[in-house]
């Protein structure tokens, strides 16, 4: 088996949901974080709202590159007990660094990317 099997299909979804809402800033590049003072943003941070009147949303890090989805990074939360999922838009190879720096800076909280591919596995393929 394969560590990952990359899904071009799956990247044509994530782009559709970043691209049909409006991206809305949390917090700047260099802002402090609220719960923990000693950690600035590395990047632009913020939610793209879904569609439908649902609390839903997209959590992004925005890069300075040209506007396209890359990857995405899965956290691994020990206190919250959950997962997150967060798109990584249009960010070079140091922003990357200092975003998994940003999200692994404690032992409660680890991380995995999963870099952007265009493979069509045969399972993927539909009718």
Same mark, same amino acid.
């Given at each position: 088996?394969?560590?990952?099997?990359?899904?071009?299909?799956?990247?044509?979804?994530?782009?559709?949901?970043?691209?049909?809402?409006?991206?809305?800033?949390?917090?700047?590049?260099?802002?402090?974080?609220?719960?923990?003072?000693?950690?600035?943003?590395?990047?632009?941070?913020?939610?793209?709202?879904?569609?439908?009147?649902? /609390?839903?949303?997209?959590? +992004?890090?925005? $890069?300075?590159?040209? &506007?396209?989805? #890359?990857? =995405?990074?899965?956290?691994? *939360?020990?206190?919250?007990? /959950?997962?997150?999922?967060? +798109?990584?838009? $249009?960010?070079?190879? &140091?922003?990357? #660094?200092? =975003?998994?720096?940003?999200? *692994?800076?404690?032992?409660?909280?680890?991380?995995?990317?999963?870099?952007? $591919?265009?493979?069509?596995?045969?399972?993927?393929?539909?009718?």
């Amino acid at each position: 088996m394969n560590e990952f099997e990359n899904n071009a299909y799956f990247w044509q979804k994530v782009d559709a949901a970043y691209m049909s809402g409006n991206f809305r800033l949390v917090y700047k590049k260099g802002s402090i974080h609220k719960q923990y003072p000693d950690l600035l943003f590395p990047c632009d941070y913020g939610h793209v709202e879904t569609v439908g009147g649902n /609390d839903a949303y997209l959590k +992004v890090f925005r $890069g300075s590159r040209k &506007e396209k989805v #890359e990857g =995405i990074v899965v956290c691994a *939360n020990l206190l919250e007990k /959950d997962l997150t999922t967060i +798109v990584l838009v $249009g960010v070079s190879d &140091e922003e990357r #660094e200092a =975003i998994l720096r940003f999200l *692994n800076s404690n032992d409660y909280q680890k991380t995995v990317v999963i870099n952007r $591919g265009n493979n069509i596995p045969s399972w993927a393929v539909t009718e």
